[in-house]
């Protein structure tokens, strides 16, 4: 593979590219994309041309770049996570009817949960999980439901980043939230990412009751019904979990990176 004078592969400057794209952004100017990306204009240019060559990007007036359907197209139609937003979509829609709130799933990716699907309605509380976006984990009940259904060596090496006494996080009090989140079968955070809401988060388990997923909700902190909450949760996370064996599947959605 061909290497800039950088030391950067061809295909390293295409995925600076690509990610230099905010989020909610629908275009960018050439020259924006390029120092985003942190590259020379040229390259920029020259790159940009091939990429819309295929598809993956589009040429707009005056100068501006956007994604293209191409990229969306092959993204979705071979995304790892495609046959379990299939299995997940009948009962996040029961949760959601009945609700009538925010309903999420969502998959470890490192140590932040990725969500892969969401379903609101107008009138629902704030969700600062989107599709395609990510959360720390102690700042989700997905990703905290996650985490404490993990294997003991994955555990500790999350923890490992919080070992220094003098921040935010303490590793001592991560441990023991994912314990009692372990425990119990869900995680619950109350007033976390927004004081007025509260996430409940259950495990989903594949056939060899390995933890792949999470699906959670995200209420008015007023509406505090555990006991009606939990078990429709759990029920809709063990049938996710039995589409998924029914359809063969392949569970491994997880990111090893940083693992």
């Known amino acids: 593979m061909a290497n800039s004078g950088s030391g950067d592969s061809v295909v390293d400057r295409v995925v600076r ?39 993956l990007v589009e040429l707009g007036g005056g100068g501006s770049v956007r994604l293209g359907m191409r990229l969306w197209e092959l993204v979705n139609r071979n995304s790892p996570t495609l046959a379990l937003r299939q299995a997940a979509m009948p009962l996040m829609e029961d949760i959601q009817q009945v609700l009538n709130q925010n309903v999420n799933l969502a998959v470890l990716d ?26 720390p984990v102690h700042l989700s009940s997905a990703g905290l439901a996650l985490m404490a259904h993990q ?27 994912l314990a009692e989140t372990a425990s119990q079968g869900y995680a619950e ?38 006991q009606a909450l939990v078990p429709a949760l759990q029920t809709a996370a063990r049938g996710i979990g039995r589409r998924l064996g029914d359809a063969g599947a392949s569970t491994d959605f997880r990111s090893m990176e940083g693992v």
């Open 17 to 55: 590219l690509i990610e230099a794209f905010p989020e909610g952004s629908a275009s960018l100017q050439l020259s924006d994309l390029a120092d985003r990306a942190g590259l020379p204009l040229s390259t920029a240019h020259r790159l940009v041309r091939q990429l819309a060559g295929h598809g």
């Open 110 to 135: 490192g140590w932040e949960a990725l969500f892969v699907e969401r379903l609101s309605r107008r009138g629902s509380v704030a969700n600062r999980a989107k599709v395609a976006g990510r959360m």
């Open 151 to 177: 294997p003991v060596a994955v555990q500790t090496a999350y923890l490992r980043q919080f070992a220094d006494p003098a921040g935010q996080v303490s590793a001592g009090n991560l441990r023991a939230l």
């Open 189 to 226: 955070l109350a007033g976390v990412v927004d004081p007025d809401t509260w996430g409940i988060a259950v495990p989903i388990r594949d056939a060899r009751k390995r933890t792949v997923a999470a699906l959670g909700v995200v209420v008015p902190l007023r509406e505090m019904r555990l």
